[in-house]
């Protein structure tokens, strides 16, 4: 591997380990997902699962299951830049858990060029939409 490889790797793995950590901010017990958004070596926006503004923060019913209204970790990461003059357009994304379709679909239209991920879903619709988009993905395993 070449030094700047190394160094991309190196910089990869900080920030996931960072995504991992803001995950610890959800309030959903089935799992906890954490996204931060970095353009020009810079954090532009972060996120994690959970329901919306003004909601109370129970993500799962009665029986265990997630509600529908819970928002993904990269949504709300994506829909915080909306609301900010900071520009995806371009930005890596690093993400604990890989992006469902949906997910997969906003970072697209949000011009999001690079997902890494630490933690695979056995679906991989996201993985694969994001692939055809010309998205450069990687995996990082986080025990390495």
């Not at 803001?22 to 017990?29: D, E, L, P, R, V």
């Not at 009665?62 to 830049?81: G, S």
């Not at 890596?92 to 949000?110: F, R, W």
């Not at 679906?123 to 055809?132: I, Q, V, Y």
Request: aromatic share 6%; proline share 3%.
């Amino acid at each position: 591997m070449d030094t700047t490889n190394e160094k991309q790797l190196k910089v990869d793995k900080r920030y996931i380990r960072m995504a991992s950590i803001w995950a610890g901010n959800s309030y959903c017990t089935r799992r906890q997902v954490g996204a931060l958004i970095v353009k020009d070596q810079m954090i532009i926006s972060d996120g994690y699962n959970g329901t919306p503004s003004g909601f109370e923060n129970i993500c799962e019913d009665e029986n265990n299951v997630t509600k529908p209204y819970v928002l993904h970790a990269e949504a709300n990461a994506i829909t915080k830049i909306a609301r900010s003059s900071n520009s995806s357009n371009g930005a890596t994304m690093y993400v604990t858990a890989s992006p469902c379709i949906e997910c997969a679909k906003l970072i697209i239209q949000a011009g999001i060029k690079r997902v890494v991920y630490s933690e695979k879903y056995r679906l991989e619709d996201g993985l694969d939409l994001l692939r055809r988009a010309n998205v450069e993905v990687v995996y990082i395993n986080p025990n390495e």
